[in-house]
C-alpha cells in the first residue's frame, strides 16, 4: 500500500481493487461531502452551461473524468464527471440528439458520476443515514446533496469508495476551472482539432500538483466477440438460401432485475433479431449489459440455422454492434448497413413496452 495526495491538502489510500467495492469510510465522505458544498457554493452554473466541457484525470487510474456543471437551465444544479472515452461518447450522443432522449435511452448510455442538489425526496434512507452521521443539515428546494454512479444498463446506485475519492477531487479541481472561466469564458475554445482542456496531475517531491493541457481523448475500445470457426463453417456448407433485410438491436428491459439483494439492478438487454418487411421476430435473447459481446455472434448464426436463410442485408444502429458484425459479413457474404432507425424493431420494442404496462395496470 502506498500513499498519494489526491487533492493537495489530504491523504488518499491506494488499493484500486478494495476501493472499486467497499462503501466509503465516513472521513471519505466527508471529504466528498465538504468539495460538493464548496462546488455550490460558487454558483457556477450561473455563468456555466453543460456545453462547457473539462476534464480531470485520475491520479490512480489514469483515465479522464469529462465534467460539465449543470444547472444553467434551473432544472438539475450539480456536475456530472463522464469516464473515459465511453461516458464522453455517451455525453456526446445525447447532446447531439435531434431529439430530446428518453429516460431510458439516457439511462442506457450514460457512464458518469453525479453530483447534484436535490429535494429531500429524491434521496433514499441511505443518504439521510450518512448526512446524519456527518452531523450536517440541509432544508429548502434543492440544497440535499445527492451523489449518484451511472452505468448504462444499469440502475443509479450508490457510490463506492473509489468513485467517491475520484468525485471528491473532480469536484476540488472543477471549482478552480469554473473561476478561471468566470474571468475567461474562452479558455475551453480548444486551439487544436479535437481537444479539450484537461486538469492532468504531477508529482512535485511527496506533493500532488495540477496543470491544464490540450489532451485529445482516448480511442474508445472495442471488444471483440470469437466467432465459432466450426459452426461457421457448418453454416457456409449448408448453401443456404439468401433473401431479405434482418434489423439488428437491443431493447433495455423496462423491467430491472437483482442478482441479490444488495447487489445493484440492472435492465437486461433484450437482443432482437427483426424481419424488416414482416417484423417477425427471428431470434431473441437477455443478457446482462456488461456481458456484451460474448456470445453476440453465436446468437447470429442460430438465427440463421433456425430460419434456414442469409440475409441479403443487416441494419443496425449501433457502431459497436456494426464492429461485431463485420467479419460475419464478410465469411456469409451479406450487406452490413449503419442506419439512423430501425423501424421494424421499434414496433416490437413498443409493443413490448405497451405489454409490460399493461401488466402494471392489472396487478
Known amino acids: 500500500m502506498t500513499r498519494t495526495d489526491r487533492n493537495g491538502r489530504g491523504e488518499y489510500r491506494q488499493g484500486d481493487s478494495e476501493m472499486s467495492k467497499r462503501t466509503p469510510s465516513l472521513r471519505e ?25 473539462f476534464g480531470v484525470q485520475d491520479p490512480l487510474t489514469a483515465e479522464i473524468g469529462y465534467c460539465c456543471v449543470l444547472g444553467n437551465l434551473g432544472e438539475v444544479f450539480g456536475l456530472a464527471v463522464y469516464l473515459g472515452t465511453e461516458g464522453l461518447k455517451g455525453y456526446l450522443d445525447i447532446q447531439m440528439a435531434e431529439t430530446r432522449p428518453s429516460p431510458e435511452e439516457v439511462l442506457n448510455r450514460q457512464r458518469c458520476l453525479m453530483a447534484s442538489f436535490e429535494d429531500r425526496r429524491f434521496l433514499e ?34 457510490l463506492t469508495a473509489k468513485e467517491a475519492g475520484f468525485l471528491a477531487l473532480a469536484l476540488q479541481q472543477a471549482i478552480e476551472v469554473c473561476l478561471q472561466f468566470k474571468q475567461d469564458p474562452d479558455m475551453l475554445i480548444s486551439p487544436k482539432p479535437h481537444c479539450l482542456w484537461v486538469k492532468v496531475p504531477y508529482k512535485q517531491g511527496r506533493e500532488l500538483k495540477w496543470k491544464g493541457q490540450w489532451l485529445k481523448p482516448k480511442p474508445m475500445k472495442i471488444k471483440l466477440d470469437v466467432v465459432d470457426e466450426i459452426r461457421l463453417e457448418k453454416v457456409r456448407k449448408k448453401q443456404l438460401s439468401r433473401g431479405g433485410i434482418w434489423e439488428v438491436g437491443l431493447i433495455p428491459s423496462p423491467m430491472g432485475v437483482k442478482d441479490s439483494p444488495r447487489s445493484r439492478p440492472y435492465y437486461p438487454h433484450i437482443w432482437l433479431w427483426v424481419d424488416h418487411h414482416s417484423y417477425l421476430v427471428l431470434n431473441s435473447y437477455m443478457a446482462e449489459p456488461s ?6 455472434l453465436d446468437q447470429f448464426l442460430k438465427a440463421v440455422e433456425t430460419v434456414g436463410l442469409i440475409p441479403e442485408e443487416v441494419w443496425v444502429r449501433r457502431e459497436e454492434v456494426f464492429m461485431q458484425l463485420e467479419l460475419l459479413a464478410e465469411r456469409l457474404n451479406f450487406k452490413l448497413n449503419l442506419v439512423d432507425t430501425l423501424e421494424a424493431l421499434e414496433d416490437v420494442r413498443t409493443s413490448m413496452f405497451d405489454y409490460f404496462q399493461g401488466s402494471e395496470t392489472s396487478l
Open 29 to 53: 465522505w466527508e471529504r466528498l461531502y465538504a468539495a460538493a458544498l464548496q462546488f455550490k457554493e460558487i454558483e457556477s452554473w450561473k455563468w456555466m452551461t453543460d456545453s462547457d466541457l
Open 125 to 158: 434512507q441511505r443518504d439521510i443515514q450518512i448526512i446524519k452521521k456527518l452531523g450536517l443539515r440541509f432544508r429548502g428546494h434543492n440544497q440535499w446533496p445527492l451523489f449518484r454512479s451511472y452505468c448504462p444498463g444499469y440502475h443509479p446506485w450508490y
Open 291 to 296: 456481458s456484451f459481446p460474448v456470445g453476440f
